[in-house]
């Protein structure tokens, strides 16, 4: 999962369409330098970017949470996280105390 679930019916998630950019320069950075161990998986991310634009479907801007009535926060997160990983690796706990 690319969320972070905070209550009931409600999460955080980072603003993939936004993000993507970022990522994709970066891979192909990284296939010029690299082209055997990067270039099919650069090729693979700009095959899922044409099929994630042409179903107006990037996450978290999707029919299935509005259909299961889900509030979606989205934050753009590219700066922390580099584009990778879900904003859940981005968490602790930083106090914990019984509810009693």
Not at 51 to 59: E, I, T, V
Not at 77 to 87: A, N, P
Request: net charge positive; charged share 30%; aromatic share 6%.
């Amino acid at each position: 999962s690319n969320f972070l679930c905070v209550k009931d019916h409600s999460i955080l998630a980072i603003e993939v369409e936004k993000v993507v950019k970022k990522v994709l320069r970066n891979l192909e950075a990284k296939a010029l330098a690299d082209p055997h161990r990067y270039r099919a998986l650069l090729d693979e991310a700009r095959k899922d970017l044409t099929r994630l634009k042409q179903s107006d479907q990037f996450f978290p801007h999707k029919r299935e949470f509005q259909e299961l009535s889900i509030d979606v926060t989205s934050l753009q997160l590219q700066e922390i996280t580099g584009g990778y990983g879900g904003i859940r690796c981005m968490t602790c706990v930083l106090n914990r105390k019984p509810s009693n």
